[in-house]
């Protein structure tokens, strides 16, 4: 009788410390979607990537994009514009989403070479306004959606010179407004942008200020 009390015991003080610690047999998200996790730290930094989750909270957080290294997003992007000619007529451009994240709210974020060209980019009828050094924004945000698009020139290795002009790099980050602040939101775009300057190796070295103006 002893034994068995002594047995009962043991089970429950184990049961109570897999409760107070969380025990569980489920892999965590960054042993279950190793590579997003990475992309994300590369591109976003790891402490922003933190804050982020500790916004969207810890229940039921999950990576809603394929598996894309920055590796992998390196070599597409770059094989694009490396293939592409002035006197290309028609051209595809993919978007890509490096780091996508579902929690108390959505967080999004793509990457593609611009439709618009410079160009068009700074005309007077553009919704696109330059917000410092190199770079263009066109913000949508409303009250409920952090929503902001970011245009950069960034000369690419191996493409010709036009490419700069012709299709800069777009980014687009979105994000709900009742989990994340205007500034991680900023934060979160400013990284991308010069992450992606450092990944691709920019030739022309854009310059991007860590302050976009984003809400003025």
Not at 56 to 81: H, I, M, W
Not at 142 to 152: A, E, K, L, M
Not at 154 to 168: E, F, H, K, T
Request: negative net charge.
């Amino acid at each position: 009788m002893r034994l068995k009390s002594s047995w009962l015991a043991w089970c429950g003080t184990m049961a109570t410390l897999a409760f107070l610690t969380g025990c569980s047999d489920e892999p965590s998200l960054r042993e279950s979607s190793p590579i997003q996790w990475k992309a994300c730290d590369i591109l976003f930094g790891s402490k922003n990537m933190t804050s982020l989750r500790d916004a969207l909270g810890a229940d039921d957080l999950r990576f809603t994009n394929k598996a894309l290294s920055v590796d992998d997003l390196r070599k597409e992007l770059t094989e694009e514009v490396v293939e592409w000619t002035p006197t290309a007529k028609y051209y595809s451009l993919k978007e890509y989403a490096p780091c996508n994240l579902s929690g108390a709210t959505q967080f999004t974020s793509t990457v593609e070479w611009a439709k618009d060209t410079l160009t068009a980019v700074q005309s007077s009828s553009s919704p696109w306004r330059h917000s410092g050094g190199d770079v263009y924004i066109d913000d949508s945000s409303s009250g409920q959606t952090w929503d902001t698009d970011v245009i950069f020139p960034c000369r690419v290795s191996g493409a010709v010179s036009a490419q700069q002009d012709r299709i800069p790099l777009e980014i687009r980050v979105r994000v709900g407004t009742a989990k994340v602040s205007s500034a991680l939101h900023e934060r979160m775009v400013v990284s991308l942008a010069q992450s992606l300057r450092v990944e691709l190796k920019c030739l022309n070295n854009p310059n991007i200020p860590s302050d976009l103006k984003i809400d003025r």
